[in-house]
């Protein structure tokens, strides 16, 4: 199984390029950048990533963005994943960012999706590996912050495939964002959204009915509403599961408690990515056979999830099927 899952070609569709910052680099970064951290080590770094919550996880994830100053910066975080993403045979990533976090601190928007296009281009002519951007609005700040950041994503628009809403769920209903993300869609964005990590299972079905969403990131408290898990099952609506995200954020319990196997025996699109896995301790590999080791998740299930990923995306239907072929071609070969 864990050749298997090692070698499967796969596709990430929910992954924070900024939580991509390995302790290494952000040590290595903050020395470039006359940045001070509160960490004299990378060992220092890796103890303080212990998270009751996902607050506690927020408040070291923007405090880790702050030694991301320059162009190369941005440029060599991206690399860094897409290099290792290729190593795990990850063939297609659909990407967050989170700009609102850089624009606070004065760098330029442009910087930023420029560096991050650049390394996608270099990845897709280097490794073969296509992607989306997703541009993400932080849910903490205002709805008027958003519609500035919507602004500057309008002038690129053919670098941003999407809009996304992340950061603390907990008080900042979907709602909030309503029109921004009307906007957004009637301007030929696809939308996602964050909800039912920390959340209820209203604030997934208020994504789905106010902010129109085409996918569901994180997703896991849906499992409440028994209503609301038909309707996104029949509406084939597919789901961003994270699971060791979740066990580090305190989701879950623990990783055999992980909800993975209910959402596909009760006929969901469920995915596995990795979300922030500086963070959280795996990329997709590690993510893949830490939840097939806990829940014993058959060949067969783990099949699904892997061609979930495919289907779940947002590949142009041509594109798909090819990649669906190419995955098939390896599953009935392995
Ligand atoms: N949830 C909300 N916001 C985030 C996350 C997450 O899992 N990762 C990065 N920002
Ligand atoms: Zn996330």
């Known amino acids: 199984m864990r050749t298997f899952i090692e070698n499967m070609p796969k596709a990430e569709l929910h992954l924070h390029i900024e939580g991509t910052l390995e302790p290494q680099m952000m040590m290595a970064l903050a020395k470039r950048n006359n940045v001070t951290l509160p960490y004299a080590t990378v060992d220092e770094i890796r103890q303080a990533y212990e998270f009751s919550n996902l607050q506690d996880f927020l408040d070291l994830y923007y405090a880790g963005m702050s030694v991301l100053v320059e162009r190369q910066d941005f440029f060599d975080l991206a690399w860094a994943y897409l290099e290792k993403m290729h190593t795990q045979n990850v063939t297609h990533v659909e990407i967050f960012f989170d700009p609102q976090g850089h624009t606070a601190r004065g760098i330029n928007f442009d910087t930023v999706l420029s560096a991050l296009t650049d390394a996608l281009d270099q990845a897709n002519r280097t490794f073969g590996i296509t992607s989306k951007l997703i541009m993400c609005f932080l ?96 509406e084939g609506i597919a789901l961003t599961v994270c699971p060791l995200s979740n066990l580090r954020l305190n989701v879950v319990t623990s990783m055999t408690d992980h909800p993975l196997r209910r959402m596909l025996n009760a006929g969901l699109c469920a995915t596995i990515n990795s979300d922030d896995p500086a963070y959280f301790g795996g990329y997709m590999t ?17 099949e699904q999830l892997g061609r979930n990923a495919y289907t779940g995306s947002f590949l142009d239907a041509a594109s798909k099927r090819v990649a669906l072929d190419v995955y098939d071609t390896f599953v009935a070969a392995n």
Not at 288 to 300: F, H, I, K, T
């Open 139 to 234: 849910r903490h700040l205002s709805e008027e912050e958003a519609f500035e950041t919507l602004a500057h994503a309008r002038k690129a628009k053919g670098h941003i495939f999407g809009v996304g809403l992340d950061s603390s769920e907990i008080g900042h209903p979907p709602r909030k964002f309503e029109r921004v993300f009307a906007e957004a869609r009637n301007e030929g964005f696809v939308a996602v959204a964050h909800c039912g990590e920390e959340g209820p299972a209203e604030n997934v079905a208020d994504s789905l009915d106010y902010l129109k969403i085409s996918r569901i990131d994180h997703g896991n408290r849906a499992l409440e509403d028994p209503a609301l898990v038909s309707r996104i099952a029949d």
């Open 286 to 302: 590690e993510n893949y056979l830490s939840v097939q080791e806990a829940l014993n998740l058959s060949r067969d299930e783990i």
